[in-house]
């Protein structure tokens, strides 16, 4: 990943329940990899960009295949 200067910020609410599973799934994680536990920030930006690069390929994996699909026609 290119290195980018972090200047927006995202705001989101969660219940109480969610902030504790988010800080157990983050402490859980942080101990099998024997590992300083990572900011809730950094975890929460780490899936953003682990999902937004499976919608990547699942966008031009469908781009292609309608391009395919027009060639035929």
Sequence with gaps: MTNHKLTKKLQVLL???EVSS??????NEAIEN???PVSVSAWIRQLI??????KDIEQK?????TVKNLNKK
Excluded: H, Y
Excluded at 22 to 27: A, C, F, S
Excluded at 49 to 54: H, P, R, V
Excluded at 61 to 65: A, E
């Design 15 to 17: 219940t109480e329940d």
């Design 49 to 54: 960009q682990a999902e937004l690069s499976k």
């Design 61 to 65: 994996s469908f781009i292609k295949q």
């Design 34 to 36: 024997e590992e300083r």
């Design 22 to 27: 988010v800080n157990r799934v983050i402490l």
